[in-house]
């Protein structure tokens, strides 16, 4: 059972080593780390993650390209999950905690879950030793998200020559360790709405735009009310100042009026909105141009996104459902939910591809109720080992090892 005694915490030569996953989920790469292993203390907890990913101690760097850790540089690069094993009434199941960290910047967010990274956890398990895969069967591993009270569940497969079931996805070359991941009972993840405003359009200096809880809230306008299309090269988005203030200025206001909370709670402040790497994701969407429904450029929300979040997606996709939204405005061919359960399949136009998902959905009453959202990603375990923490505190150190 996991872990072996060789995969602890360690001095080395006198240096702290601590052992990490460096994965990839669709197309976030990051850490996962056993949560047993981590310090109880939060701030001994952040300088350890600090260590591991390469970004200031303290205060800010600007420029910092993270040379001395782990991390990439982007935000879709910049995560840490640490999990941790229980049993639990309803069986066995993974607990999963995510921190987001920015390149230059010592502040950790730790608000929201990740889609794509946590395709990663059920590759992972099955690495450590958690779970087991028979030949020519699947394994469903159960995965609580702390960040977000989240319920997914991951399915991995094998094939009858012993090896995984493999799949190719947009924005990744080749084809990996195949994982589809279900989102259970998404709606209202951060504020416990579907539409966290009461409103289906908000109306912000002569913006449309809609607001929508479903995994992650986030904010979606109209490309065309920027001038825009949903099909610009990414380069192009962000490189355009007067946009990216312009879309930054909605988002914080969306976000007050979403009454969304800091980790403790509090509600959260203009300018902790306006610093966020998680919260809210926003998007522009535009009319499909290449045999989707929708097209849409999302962005983290400081960053435009190279491809689609996938809880991101699942969000767009069941905002794309309820009528008079935004996504609804401009999304063509979708089927109209009906008063059953059903799956409706939506497909995102975004710069990677075509991400596909699945919402489980019905109309009651004249409203929209979700059940689930699917979406399949692939994984890769980059390496597994120890890592030199050089600069680990005296208080660090005590906290991981027995001396």
């Known amino acids: 059972m996991f872990p072996p005694a060789d995969f602890r915490p360690r001095l080395r030569d006198g240096v702290l080593e601590f052992p990490v996953h460096h994965v990839r989920g669709g197309t976030s790469t990051g850490l996962v780390l056993w949560e047993p292993f981590a310090p109880r203390e939060a701030h001994l ?13 303290a205060g800010s760097q600007p420029g910092n390209r993270q040379i001395t850790g782990l991390g990439r540089g982007t935000p879709i690069s910049n995560k840490v999950f640490f999990v941790d094993w229980h049993r639990h009434v309803d069986g066995e199941r993974l607990t999963s905690t995510l921190a987001q960290l920015a390149s230059d910047h010592a502040a950790i967010d730790w608000s929201v879950n990740c889609g794509n990274l946590s395709s990663a956890l ?19 591993v159960v995965i609580r998200n702390t960040n977000t009270g989240v319920i997914s569940t991951g399915r991995i497969g094998r094939g009858s020559d012993e090896a995984l079931l493999t799949a190719s996805i947009p924005g990744v070359a080749g084809e990996f360790p195949a994982v589809d ?22 109306h912000i200096d002569g913006y449309a735009l809609s607001c929508v809880d479903v995994a992650v809230p986030m904010v979606i306008a109209r490309a065309s009310d920027f001038g825009k299309t949903a099909a610009e090269p990414l380069a192009e988005l962000q490189n355009d100042q007067a946009f990216m203030a312009n879309l930054r200025h909605l988002w914080v206001q969306a976000g007050l009026r979403m ?52 809880s991101g997606g699942c969000c767009l996709a069941a905002a794309a459902l309820i009528p008079g939204s935004v996504a ?17 399949e939506v497909a995102l ?55």
Request: charged share 20%; proline share 7%.
């Open 259 to 310: 009454g969304l909370r800091r980790g403790d709670g509090e509600l959260m402040t203009a300018d902790e909105l306006a610093r966020s790497e998680t919260q809210p994701k926003a998007c522009i969407v535009g009319p499909p141009h290449a045999g989707g429904n929708l097209s849409v450029r999302y962005f983290t929300p400081q960053a435009v996104h190279p491809s689609m979040a996938v």
């Open 122 to 140: 059920p590759l992972w398990a099955l690495d450590v030793g958690l779970v087991t895969v028979a030949r020519g069967a699947t394994r469903t």
């Open 45 to 57: 907890r952040e300088e350890l993650l600090r260590h591991l990913m390469g970004v200031p101690l």
């Open 349 to 403: 136009e975004n710069p990677a591809g075509l991400l596909a998902t699945t919402v489980v959905a019905r109309e009651h009453q004249g409203t929209l109720q979700i059940r689930s959202a699917a979406y399949r990603r692939t994984a890769q375990v980059l390496l597994r080992g120890h890592m030199p923490l050089y600069r680990a505190s005296p208080a660090l150190i005590a906290a991981l090892t027995d001396t």
């Open 328 to 344: 609804w405005q401009v999304a063509e061919g979708l089927k109209a939910p009906s008063g059953e359960f059903a799956d409706i």
């Open 181 to 202: 991941l279900f989102l259970h009972e998404p709606v209202g993840a951060k504020t416990g709405q579907l539409l966290p405003t009461g409103q289906v359009i908000e």
